[in-house]
T-cell receptor, first 112, second 112 residues
Framework: RKEVEQDPGPFNVPEGATVAFNCTYS??????FFWYRQDCRKEPKLLMS???SGNEDGRFTAQLNRASQYISLLIRDSKLSDSATYLC?????????????FGAGTRLAVHP | DVKVTQSSRYLVKRTGEKVFLECVQD?????MFWYRQDPGLGLRLIYF???????EKGDIPEGYSVSREKKERFSLILESASTNQTSMYLC???????????FGPGTRLTVT
């Protein structure tokens, strides 16, 4: 079983749609959670951290459910520029070091 | 603004060649990382360094070595390139005790 699992997609949605991505992780002791965004042929960049209480950044809302080991990302009012791959990332303390474990990503394509 | 640069965007090498991939960061970050990214597998950690002259194996170190002689520079070495090392290689850096990583633009290596 992969440590961080995501539906690879692609999710094809029209502009203005609301879309949600989910992610599960296997290590119940994981400490930190993030969503990174990766545009085609570009490097990953931090989109937002995910907190237990849930957090929002504009059109983006992230939720964490520790009991189910589940993370979600909701994008409202999708824009063409939201088209990208979204990486679910879990931070573990491993061997005394903070280690990031990346999911394989969920691809989103927003069309006019 | 954090900047992580990598020596080449695209590289083509022959089987058995020694390959050097260079990474430089300008934010005085203590920690540096080398990942490879393959379709469906996500980013996998090859090696990381938490300080100058220090290195730790990641999840897939076989066939690779690293060098960190200066704080800003982290090199990945393929001692004898093989076709299964054809991949996208991403370098990243971060401040000590932080989870947020900043990535370079990546080097797409093809081994023929």
């Amino acid at each position: 079983r992969k440590e961080v699992e995501q539906d690879p997609g692609p999710f094809n949605v029209p502009e203005g749609a609301t879309v949600a991505f989910n992610c599960t992780y296997s290590n119940s002791a994981s400490q930190s959670f993030f969503w990174y965004r990766q545009d085609c042929r570009k490097e990953p960049k931090l989109l937002m951290s995910v907190y237990s209480s849930g957090n929002e950044d504009g059109r983006f809302t992230a939720q964490l459910n520790r009991a189910s080991q589940y993370i979600s990302l909701l994008i409202r009012d999708s824009k063409l520029s939201d088209s990208a791959t979204y990486l679910c990332v879990v931070g573990d303390l491993s061997g005394g070091y903070n280690k990031l474990i990346f999911g394989a990503g969920t691809r989103l394509a927003v069309h006019p | 603004d954090v900047k992580v640069t990598q020596s080449s965007r695209y590289l083509v090498k022959r089987t058995g060649e020694k390959v050097f991939l260079e990474c430089v960061q300008d934010m005085d970050h203590e920690n540096m990382f080398w990942y490879r990214q393959d379709p469906g597998l996500g980013l996998r950690l090859i090696y990381f360094s938490y300080d100058v002259k220090m290195k730790e194996k990641g999840d897939i170190p076989e066939g690779y070595s690293v060098s960190r002689e200066k704080k800003e520079r982290f090199s990945l070495i393929l001692e004898s390139a093989s076709t299964n090392q054809t991949s996208m290689y991403l370098c990243a850096s971060r401040r000590q005790n932080s989870y947020e990583q900043y990535f370079g633009p990546g080097t797409r290596l093809t081994v023929t």
